[in-house]
């Protein structure tokens, strides 16, 4: 059963275009919520996390919304550049505790074009 | 500076055959983690140990068997090998336990089965 639900599975934008990738998640114990990019040939890299407390959170170009009550996390990526081209997975994970695991999707590939 | 060093980067080897990667990170990190990726990238975590101390162990075969020497190095044996544990495997740490904390991914092991 797979507990995070990424969308869509690939992605192509436009070189100053906005992606937007989305998340659902099942379990409502959730509460803490990164996003990791990816480039070819490297680890994932932590982007940007949110905790439920707030529906948004921005860092340079890159927002997480997050609607609790629909489940749903989204990444947007303003103003797109050819070097966001990598892999982006969402992640969940429940409390702080010792063995508490993160949950991953199944990543998309986003493709900014030139 | 290497933050989480991983060796090898290519793994091939038969089927029945024993290997072993090696992990180190140098952040002064309590917690490491292996996380397999498929083929499809899914990124799934295998073990955490903190401070030496095996805390989450994963549905994972008793092939697989994590150590960690001290809190700096984890190493993952697998013994006879499967075509299905063909995979990248991937070593992080993050500081103290727990989801919340960021994990520091290392550039990952291409394990190929043959």
């Known amino acids: 059963q797979q507990q995070v639900k990424q969308s869509p599975q690939s992605l192509i934008v436009q070189k100053g275009g906005i992606s937007i990738i989305n998340c659902a998640y099942e379990n409502t114990a959730f509460d803490y919520f990164p996003w990791y990019q990816q480039f070819p040939g490297k680890g994932p890299a932590l982007l940007i996390a949110i905790r439920p407390d707030v529906s948004e959170k921005k860092e340079g170009r890159f927002t997480i919304s997050f609607n609790k009550s629909a489940k749903q996390f989204s990444l947007h990526i303003m103003d797109s550049q050819p070097g966001d081209s990598a892999t982006y997975f969402c992640?969940?994970?429940?409390?702080?505790?010792?063995?508490?695991?993160?949950?991953f999707g199944k990543g998309i590939t986003l493709s900014v074009r030139p | 500076d290497t933050a989480v060093s991983q060796t090898p980067k290519y793994l091939v080897t038969q089927m029945g055959n024993d290997k072993s990667i090696k992990c180190e990170q140098n952040?002064?990190?309590?917690?490491m983690y292996w996380y397999k990726q498929d083929s499809k990238k899914f990124l799934k975590i295998m073990f955490s140990?903190?401070?030496?101390?095996?805390?989450i162990n994963e549905t994972v075969p008793n092939r697989f068997s994590p150590k960690s020497p001290d809190k700096a190095h984890l190493n993952l044996h697998i013994n006879s090998l499967e075509l299905g544990d063909s995979a990248v495997y991937f070593c992080a740490s993050s500081q103290g336990w727990g989801s919340y904390n960021e994990q520091f991914f290392g550039p990952g092991t291409r394990l190929t089965v043959l």
């Open positions: 992640a969940a994970s429940n409390g702080g505790g010792a063995n508490s695991k993160l949950t």
């Open positions: 140990y903190n401070n030496k101390e095996l805390i």
């Open positions: 952040l002064g990190h309590d917690t």
